[in-house]
């Protein structure tokens, strides 16, 4: 909220400033790309302010594509280390997935294996009712 107000107060008074600008300086002027003179095919005739103007907007954009330029190696970084997270994660679930069937496999293997001893520790023959309790045998 405070930057709003502060962009604001920065920049209506700039705004005034570029009308008022535009409004003094509406005169043509001669614009020539010909430093000698010799050639007039070159010149044209504009308002003062629309040349500043467009001289400033050429500015921007040129500056914003050189930045934009000089920072393709951080953009390209960013996308590896992007697409080396994504392989990170996808080798993780595998791995994870990896480990679930693995624990399943070994529960299935106790199981079957706890089942499989069970009737080999009872004796055949033997009642384990007698085992249990010692004082009804006596």
């Known amino acids: 909220m405070i930057l709003k107000i502060l962009s604001f107060l920065i920049l209506a008074p700039l705004a005034v400033l570029l009308v008022v600008f535009c409004v003094a300086n509406r005169e043509a002027i001669n614009v020539s790309f010909d430093p000698i003179g010799t050639l007039p095919q070159f010149a044209f005739q504009a308002p003062l302010f629309v040349l500043l103007l467009s001289a400033l907007i050429l500015g921007l954009l040129l500056g914003g594509l050189g930045t934009w330029m000089t920072q393709s190696h951080y953009r390209a970084k960013a996308a590896n280390r992007r697409r080396e997270i994504e392989n990170l994660r996808h080798e993780v679930d595998l791995s994870n997935e990896r480990l679930?069937?693995?624990r399943e496999e070994r529960e299935r293997d106790l199981a079957a294996q706890a089942q499989s001893s069970a009737p080999a520790l009872a004796a055949p023959g033997h009642s384990t009712?007698?085992?249990?309790?010692?004082s009804v045998a006596a």
């Open 129 to 134: 009712r007698a085992l249990a309790s010692p």
């Open 100 to 102: 679930r069937r693995l």
